[in-house]
């Protein structure tokens, strides 16, 4: 069952996580979330090693309001 303090504490740490990323963007990797839904993200990053070396991936990320103890759905 969703509460409004535990939606609003997923909401907080995923703008913490976001402007994380913003101020120490990882090499090969992108990642924001909507405008519209901090709980949908989408990331892109490359493959820099093996078989998929120079192939970038595209994922959606779907938080919930249980993160940060709850991994997103991919």
Do not use: C
Not at 1 to 18: G, H
Not at 24 to 45: K, M, Q, R, V, Y
Not at 56 to 66: Q, S
């Amino acid at each position: 069952m969703s509460t409004p303090t535990r939606t609003q504490s997923a909401k907080n740490r995923l703008l913490s996580d976001w402007r994380d990323l913003q101020r120490s963007p990882h090499p090969g990797i992108a990642a924001t979330p909507l405008e519209s839904n901090i709980f949908e993200w989408h990331a892109n990053f490359i493959q820099e090693e093996g078989d998929y070396q120079g192939i970038y991936f595209h994922v959606t990320l779907t938080f919930n309001e249980r993160y940060p103890s709850s991994p997103p759905a991919i």
